[in-house]
């Protein structure tokens, strides 16, 4: 009786080295442990050095390269059948980095005050607070901007909360709505090159 092994891909796996193996890619299950390790090297695909891209495999094409070794064995896919493997350069954390991260960081701060300003600006909240003042007969505490400092508060608040991250730690363990489009965003990247690839395009 052959072999089982079982494989697990992920619909989008990104290495960092051009020669790239069942196992930097791929979750293999087998009853014999050695037999997991002899598949886990066996080689994919190898991109050219210095050459970043993607490639698009299928299970058929990671069964005739696994049968090629092992033709004993009797694969069997679990998850994705087709998949992209992204050759990415390895990026070192330098000066250049924290430049850039500054940079995003002054621009976002920059762009979102003037959009809260806008906004506060097209709604009129100043006069807003006038009235609410007015009708709550808090006109005496109107000199020193309770409201307003409870709303600059609130506002804090709501951003660290929606954004779930604050001083570098996330709040909860639940995804961001941030995270949740990203993996969405990159799940449809994914598959629109699985398609391409399947219409013959580049």
């Known amino acids: 009786?052959?072999?089982?092994?079982?494989?697990?891909?992920e619909q989008q796996k990104d290495v960092y080295k051009p020669k790239v193996t069942m196992g930097d890619v791929a979750r293999?299950?087998?009853?014999?442990?050695?037999?997991?390790?002899?598949?886990?090297?066996?080689?994919?695909?190898?991109?050219?050095?210095?050459?970043?891209?993607?490639?698009?495999?299928?299970?058929?094409?990671?069964?005739?390269?696994?049968?090629?070794?092992?033709p004993q064995m009797d694969v069997e896919f679990l998850g994705e059948c087709d998949f992209v493997v992204e050759y990415k350069k390895e990026e070192k954390k330098g000066a250049a980095h924290w430049i850039k991260v500054a940079?995003?960081?002054?621009?976002?701060?920059?762009?979102?005050?003037?959009?809260?300003?806008?906004?506060n600006n097209d709604v009129s909240t100043t006069d807003i607070f006038d009235r609410v003042y007015e009708l709550l007969g808090a006109s005496s505490y109107e000199s020193t901007n309770v409201m307003e400092i409870a709303y600059?508060?609130?506002?804090?608040a709501g951003i660290v909360i929606f954004y779930d991250h604050f001083a570098g730690h996330k709040i909860s363990k639940a995804p961001t709505p941030l995270e949740?489009?990203?993996?969405?965003?990159n799940?449809?990247?994914?598959?629109?090159?699985?398609?391409?690839?399947?219409?013959?395009?580049?």
């Open 1 to 9: 009786m052959p072999e089982k092994i079982y494989l697990k891909f």
């Open 28 to 70: 293999i299950y087998c009853q014999d442990k050695k037999m997991i390790e002899k598949i886990g090297h066996v080689v994919l695909t190898e991109f050219q050095p210095e050459v970043f891209g993607r490639k698009v495999f299928d299970a058929i094409y990671v069964v005739d390269e696994i049968q090629k070794k092992y």
């Open 103 to 119: 940079a995003i960081c002054f621009i976002t701060m920059v762009g979102s005050g003037y959009g809260i300003i806008a906004y």
């Open 152 to 156: 600059a508060i609130g506002l804090f």
């Open 180 to 185: 949740v489009e990203m993996d969405k965003y």
């Open 187 to 202: 799940k449809e990247v994914a598959s629109s090159v699985i398609d391409r690839k399947g219409r013959g395009d580049s």
